[in-house]
């Protein structure tokens, strides 16, 4: 279970999300982030608003990805740990074996 000091961040981030959320929907207009309306209907007008968003959402998840590996090697540093990479991880048996006998992991 969290612990108080826990909970008290969550319900911090939380509400910083929501507000943080709002200021943003009310300041930045939405054609901006999903592109322009598509009334009538246009196939490319529609494919474009899609790859925004998906672009957006590969662009945030990138970031992220880097933003949290950044944070847990300054932790291990900061824990006096060294960060090194030995190799692949394998399991001792196959995933998967196919039927002329080869094994995939």
Do not use: C
């Not at 300041?27 to 982030?33: A, D, F, V």
């Not at 494919?47 to 968003?53: A, E, F, Q, R």
């Not at 540093?77 to 006998?101: A, C, H, I, N, Q």
């Amino acid at each position: 279970m969290a612990t108080d000091k826990e909970q008290g961040k969550q319900a911090h981030a939380i509400f910083f999300g929501i507000v943080g959320g709002t200021i943003v929907t009310r300041l930045i207009p939405r054609e901006y982030l999903l592109g322009p309306s598509n009334i009538p209907f246009s196939l490319v007008q529609a494919l474009l608003n899609v790859s925004i968003i998906l672009f957006i959402s590969i662009v945030f998840v990138l970031l992220l990805t880097k933003v949290r590996d950044f944070r847990f090697k300054q932790f291990i540093t900061r824990k006096g740990g060294k960060l090194e990479r030995v190799g692949d991880v394998r399991g001792e048996t196959p995933f998967r074996y196919m039927p002329s006998g080869k094994g995939y992991w």
